[in-house]
């Protein structure tokens, strides 16, 4: 059907808008707007679909473009595009949208319809900002996310939940007005909101320090990056579990996915000026959200402060500057939508049984949840980093580009540190496992829990069955990425920052052994 091929990405973008609008106005019962909003998510994955089968992973250029002249004698454009890099981030915020919403069917209860569609709005701005090359509609999807998260949380959550919205929108609207100033400036440069005329500009090395500060607050808000990272787990915690998993899932990945697309390429003299810093906050990170998630009390905030610490793995791969580090931060984007949305939903299903997040509350529940407890150990596992799951692939990744970056002038240290984040990791990981779900079940309100039931089932496998995938078929990935990853990088690599990418780009470097005697060499065929 070319009316909807040669569209597609308008397609994929505006119809979960399409659904919020007849939630809103026309189907307003309980029933028929779960089923309504269901259908929309997935019509929306099977759209998406489409761009997975015909996207051409030898170009790194945009493909299905579509490109309107909107304002301003055609300066401002609506002007949508896709790159490996946006295709991977789509592809997750189209999964998971089904599985959102079907999470929600015993969960909330009170105004279906107005949630439902403020959770098709919130897509619909993430798919938009993941594919606009307008800066200004770049803009305008990056603000229009505020709107339903603030409501998600602000009404549908838990007792502090105006307190955390408000904070939500705060940090994040500051952090976006100093990108706005930015765009702004450099719109009055080209000439065009154009982001291919923004990186055509040769800026002096100044104003690339000021404007590459300025878009980094907004992009490092939004991951958040140590020390802007105080409203993540006051958000998490308040929102309603559907709002945690779009939030942890894709939300995040909106700072780093910026940071990669815009920031960087744009302002190279910046990067090479703050790279090393912001480096050293990613590990502070790093350690950081595992030591605070290692003492809390309530498994929600856990998980909320492991965010911290795994997607300062994705900020410090992307400052590693070397292209394998690069690709494991997008991997680590992935994989952390994965197993964390995934342990929000499993926290969300206790808490439905049981009303409390609270450690101490539980204990030995796999005597009388086995599968849920079974589930429950896969994605824990997968949120360390087990060998063999999506985590593991990632942080491998990033943490061989950090160690092998010629950028970072204690590179070396700084993967070691960082390695440490994945112990603690496992530590606090396997520590809150084993008192909610072995030892003594002494607490009476923990006896007849009822297990997963064929929903939550449905809601959870899909998340284990791509961990798993993505684990031991890491090529599904970066076959699609590698050459987008050298487009976007190739600012930088034409100032001498990054190493060129090409071909065998993604091949981690051959290693001496102590003794001369050999070398261990992972090469591309091997690694995929």
Do not use: C
């Not at 190279?268 to 912001?278: D, N, Q, Y």
């Not at 589930?375 to 990632?394: K, Q």
Request: no cysteine; proline share 5%.
């Amino acid at each position: 059907m070319p009316f909807i091929t040669d569209h597609i990405l308008s397609w994929v973008t505006f119809l979960p808008l399409a659904g919020a609008l007849l939630l809103w106005t026309v189907v307003r019962r309980e029933g028929p707007a779960r089923w309504l909003a269901l259908g929309v998510a997935l019509a929306d994955f099977v759209l998406s679909l489409h761009l997975w089968f015909h996207f051409d992973a030898a170009t790194g250029v945009d493909q299905f473009v579509e490109r309107v002249a909107w304002l301003a004698d055609g300066r401002i454009s609506y002007h949508l595009g896709m790159d490996g890099i946006s295709l991977m981030l789509v592809m997750l915020t189209t999964f998971l949208g089904p599985l959102v919403i079907l999470s929600t069917w015993r969960a909330i209860t009170d105004r279906v319809a107005e949630f439902l569609g403020f959770v098709l709005l919130l897509q619909a701005a993430m798919l938009g900002t993941f594919f606009a090359r307008d800066m200004l509609l770049f803009y305008v999807f990056w603000e229009a996310m505020l709107i339903p998260m603030y409501f998600i949380i602000g009404v549908w959550g838990g007792q502090r939940r105006l307190y955390a919205a408000v904070k939500f929108f705060i940090f994040t609207m500051v952090g976006s007005v100093f990108m706005l100033v930015g765009i702004i400036y450099l719109y009055f440069q080209a000439g065009s909101m154009d982001l291919a005329a923004f990186l055509a500009l040769d800026l002096p090395r100044q104003a690339q320090l000021w404007l590459f500060a300025a878009f980094f607050l907004a992009f490092a808000i939004k991951v958040p990056l140590f020390p802007l990272h105080t409203w993540l787990p006051d958000a998490h915690v308040e929102a309603p579990t559907a709002g945690s998993v779009i939030l942890a899932g894709v939300l995040l990945k909106m700072g780093t996915y910026g940071m990669l697309r815009f920031a960087m390429p744009l302002f190279p003299e910046g990067v090479t000026t703050f790279a090393p810093a912001i480096s050293v906050l990613a590990v502070i990170g790093i350690i950081y959200g595992a030591l605070v998630a290692l003492v809390q009390p309530d498994v929600k905030k856990l998980v909320a402060y492991s965010s911290v610490s795994h997607l300062g793995f994705a900020v410090l791969g992307l400052f590693s500057l070397t292209p394998l580090g690069v690709a494991g931060s997008l991997y680590q984007m992935l994989a952390h939508g994965l197993s964390t949305g995934a342990l929000f939903l499993l926290v969300g299903v206790i808490y439905e049984r049981r009303h409390t997040r609270e450690i101490s509350e539980f204990g030995g529940l796999a005597h009388g949840m086995p599968v849920y407890a079974t589930i429950f150990l896969i994605t824990t596992l997968a949120s360390i980093g087990l060998p063999g799951m999506a985590g593991f692939v990632a942080e491998f990744m990033i943490l061989f580009g950090t160690f092998d970056s010629a950028t970072l002038v204690h590179g070396r240290l700084l993967a070691v540190l960082a390695a440490t984040g994945v112990v603690l990791g496992a530590i606090y990981m396997l520590w809150m496992y084993q008192r909610v779900f072995f030892g003594r079940r002494d607490n009476p309100k923990n006896e007849g829990l009822a297990d997963l039931s064929g929903r939550e089932l449905a809601v959870l496998l899909p998340l284990v069955l791509f961990m798993f995938w993505l684990g031991v078929r890491p090529g599904l990935v970066l076959d699609r990425i590698e050459a987008s990853v050298a487009h976007v990088m190739a600012p930088l690599a034409a100032q001498g920052m990054t190493p060129p990418v090409h071909g065998a780009s993604l091949e981690i470097p051959a290693v001496e052994l102590p003794d001369g005697q050999g070398r261990f060499v992972f090469a591309k065929p091997e690694m995929r």
